[in-house]
T-cell receptor, first 111, second 116 residues
Framework: AQSVTQLGSHVSVSEGALVLLRCNYSSSVPPYLFWYVQYPNQGLQLLLKYTSAATLVKGINGFEAEFKKSETSFHLTKPSAHMSDAAEYFCALTAGNQFYFGTGTSLTVIP | GAVVSQHPSRVICKSGTSVKIECRSLDFQATTMFWYRQFPKQSLMLMATSNEGSKATYEQGVEKDKFLINHASLTLSTLTVTSAHPEDSSFYIC????????????FGPGTRLTVL
């Protein structure tokens, strides 16, 4: 069975501080993993994806994520938060035809 | 590349009427399209998966006669909410997969439906 768990429904960081959004997964087959960002009243925008190539994946807007099979994790990081990073972030996994989403993490950036 | 559009972005309708939402892949052929519903402050709930030219596959608990899905071409899928009621008010998001990027879903901007 496949599932995605995002630890922390709300994360607050100061502007300029490190952003760390946690995602753990469970999959019976090698997964593809994704991070999406959603701004208010908008659809989801792909930030980055892991598809079994390099374990450290760089995405847009300075975000990156590292696939760690031993920890079944795919945490999203950004060295320095900007005000514009405030949004909802979703981790997702695909195995075969199905997509599995985490419950989302709301990121607040404090000026 | 991989742009998905939705129309309309917002719709307000009276209870009992039907509303059609269009989802288009603008620069690739979408062999599969997905329809999601999102409640405030919650994750996406998959409603149905549609493949071009075949009937949609609905998730458990989703009424197929109420949420009619048509995927008539490789670039267009429509979701019709029939006899809408206030409880159908929600944010509906489509996504598409296809072309060379069969491992990734690309999402539309969403449609905010309000049923009075």
């Amino acid at each position: 069975a496949q599932s995605v768990t995002q630890l922390g429904s709300h994360v607050s960081v100061s502007e300029g501080a490190l952003v760390l959004l946690r995602c753990n997964y469970s999959s019976s087959v090698p997964p593809y993993l994704f991070w999406y960002v959603q701004y208010p009243n908008q659809g989801l925008q792909l930030l980055l994806k892991y598809t079994s190539a390099a374990t450290l994946v760089k995405g847009i807007n300075g975000f990156e994520a590292e696939f760690k099979k031993s920890e079944t994790s795919f945490h999203l990081t950004k060295p320095s938060a900007h005000m514009s990073d405030a949004a909802e972030y979703f981790c997702a996994l695909t195995a075969g035809n199905q997509f599995y989403f985490g419950t989302g993490t709301s990121l607040t950036v404090i000026p | 590349g991989a742009v998905v559009s939705q129309h309309p972005s917002r719709v307000i309708c009276k209870s009992g009427t039907s509303v059609k939402i269009e989802c288009r892949s603008l620069d690739f052929q979408a062999t599969t399209m997905f329809w999601y519903r999102q409640f405030p402050k919650q994750s996406l709930m998959l409603m149905a998966t549609s493949n071009e030219g075949s009937k949609a596959t609905y998730e458990q608990g989703v009424e197929k006669d109420k949420f009619l899905i048509n995927h008539a071409s490789l670039t267009l899928s429509t979701l019709t909410v029939t006899s809408a009621h206030p409880e159908d008010s929600s944010f509906y998001i489509c996504s598409a997969r296809g072309g060379l990027r069969t491992d990734t879903q690309y999402f539309g901007p969403g449609t905010r439906l309000t049923v009075l």
